[in-house]
């Protein structure tokens, strides 16, 4: 194997990063204090991971309630923890590994120097890179870590050929050190204020909204994963003589493009496009309001399940079984093929098959379903 091909295998294969961080924890491990009052989560991930541990930290508090509970995240993922009453500190780290977008890559060590001598008798680490994990190999504190767990998922996945199971699951057998037991996730958790819904409530007339809205989310983090918008048009036409609801339309500022296509096509029916015109939580106290949700794999599905919203999550060359919307009021909708699931970088098969094999009507039966529940209660 050439260096190029081992390096490469670093810094992308999650069973290399799970043998590494194996290693590293053979070489730090120190007893874990039975009653720690300063506690470091590190989880400095993507919006949607970090919404999918959320209840993982709730158990956390409620296993040390006198703790004080610092969460080292991404800026992109800050505003979920706003109001969140299980995390008393955010402390911001830009890991490259994980960073998006326009923002830029910071250092490990400024993000512990922003510590200012706040010094963790417990780290626990639901999700780790490599600078990290180089950090770790000489810490005299205390860690719970994830890499062994998925290290051991990776060896039984490989002899019994069964699927990945959900993120949550995983959290919970990472907390198992600290004498946390598994339990059933009903729902991610997200805090919408009192003043937001105040905003929200006045916003959306402004707007133009003035009955109940299907939001659609056109956009996505990777073009694989992006579904067409002709079909986003037919599934709101549907959905709209069904129901006699509104379509409003979000993105971010880097999906405006995608929201102003679907905007043309639907012109008719004069859809709201709030596409890069709201900041993240503004989206939030929006999307609490709709009636139903419909988007592909990406945090603002996760967070419109967080806040109660029928949601549908459309699926397809990421990890549909490991990171599907949580909830009793949501449906995944994904076909796998035999090269599912992949880097997302590049198709090996013509025309996007995964997500185009998605098809509107199964859209509209899996909407119609929840819509049955939601607006006739």
Not at 61 to 79: C, L, T
Not at 197 to 207: E, V
Not at 247 to 261: C, K, N, R, T, W
Not at 268 to 284: C, H, W, Y
Request: net charge positive; aromatic share 8%; proline share 7%.
């Amino acid at each position: 194997m050439s260096l190029h091909r081992f390096l490469w295998l670093l810094r992308n294969d999650p069973p290399i990063f799970a043998v590494a961080a194996f290693l590293s924890w053979l070489g730090y491990r120190r007893p874990i204090p039975p009653n720690p009052q300063r506690i470091l989560i590190y989880k400095p991930d993507h919006l949607g991971d970090v919404l999918l541990a959320t209840p993982a930290v709730r158990a956390i508090r409620q296993r040390y309630p006198s703790a004080e509970i610092n969460m080292m995240v991404g800026a992109w993922a800050e505003p979920l923890l706003q109001n969140n009453p299980d995390v008393d500190g955010v402390i911001l780290y830009n890991s490259k590994k994980f960073v998006r977008g326009t923002t830029s890559p910071t250092s490990l060590r400024q993000a512990l120097n922003d510590l200012e001598g706040w010094k963790p008798d417990l780290v626990i680490s639901l999700r780790d890179d490599w600078a990290m994990l180089r950090a770790s190999i000489g810490s005299r504190t205390a860690r719970v870590d994830r890499g062994t767990v998925q290290w051991r998922e990776w060896l039984n996945r490989k002899k019994t050929g069964r699927a990945k199971r959900h993120e949550t699951e995983l959290l919970w057998e990472t907390l198992a050190p600290i004498g946390i037991a598994p339990q059933r996730v009903e729902q991610l958790l997200y805090f919408v204020s009192r003043e937001e819904r105040i905003w929200a409530n006045a916003f959306l007339p402004k707007s133009g909204v003035h009955t109940h809205f299907m939001a659609l989310h056109p956009g996505a983090s990777t073009e694989l994963k992006k579904w067409e918008p002709e079909r986003f048009a037919e599934v709101a036409r549907q959905l709209t003589n069904q129901w006699g609801m509104q379509i409003v339309l979000i993105g971010s500022p880097d999906e405006q493009a995608e929201g102003a296509y679907l905007a043309e096509l639907l012109s008719d029916l004069q859809p709201v496009n709030l596409s890069g015109k709201l900041q993240l939580r503004q989206t939030a106290a929006v999307i609490e309001q709709a009636s139903i949700y419909i988007a592909s794999d990406g945090g603002m599905m996760h967070i419109a399940s967080a806040v109660g919203v029928a949601t549908v999550g459309l699926f397809g060359p990421g990890y549909g079984d490991v990171f599907r919307p949580v909830g009793n009021n949501v449906r995944t909708i994904n076909h796998y093929f035999p090269c599912s699931p992949c880097s997302q970088q590049r198709c090996v098969r013509p025309n996007n098959t995964c997500m185009m094999a998605i098809t509107p009507e199964e859209v509209i039966a899996a909407s119609n379903e929840l819509l049955g529940d939601t607006l006739r209660m």
